[in-house]
Nanobody, 126 residues
Framework: QVLLAESGGGLVQAGDSLRLSCAAS????????MAWFRQTPGKEHEFVAG????????DYADAVKGRFTISRDNAKSMVWLQMNALTPEDTAVYYC???????????????????WGQGTQVTVSS
């Protein structure tokens, strides 16, 4: 069992930055792809960013490319999402997810991820 705990969300203004953190515990996660998703009311989870186990590859949704950066530190079992130039359209609950499979793929599909955190709210005012 892996527990994921997100933190760092909050209320910010358009143009501001936030850094979300995801702490993993329970089992080592250093060999698995991790990702960030987000969800707004009435909509499904949306892929935001993903990173392979060794940080060798990252992938981003088109909506956040150039503004968001995902990173990880396997020694600390941590994953971060640096979000810059935030817009009201980025308002959502952000979730950390882990894919319990030994591959280097970064799927966009929520069904491919095994463990999920409880989420952290990000609200961007205009």
């Amino acid at each position: 069992q892996v527990l994921l705990a997100e933190s760092g969300g909050g209320l910010v203004q358009a143009g501001d930055s936030l850094r979300l953190s995801c702490a993993a515990s329970g089992r080592p996660v250093n060999t698995y792809t991790m990702a960030w998703f987000r969800q707004t009311p009435g909509k499904e989870h949306e892929f935001v960013a993903g990173i392979t186990w060794n940080s060798g590859r990252t992938d981003y949704a088109d909506a956040v490319k150039g503004r968001f950066t995902i990173s990880r530190d396997n020694a600390k079992s941590m994953v971060w999402l640096q979000m810059n130039a935030l817009t009201p359209e980025d308002t959502a609950v952000y979730y950390c997810a882990l894919r319990w499979k030994l591959t280097v793929e970064i799927p966009f599909d929520t069904d491919e991820y095994t463990y999920w955190g409880q989420g952290t709210q990000v609200t961007v005012s205009s």
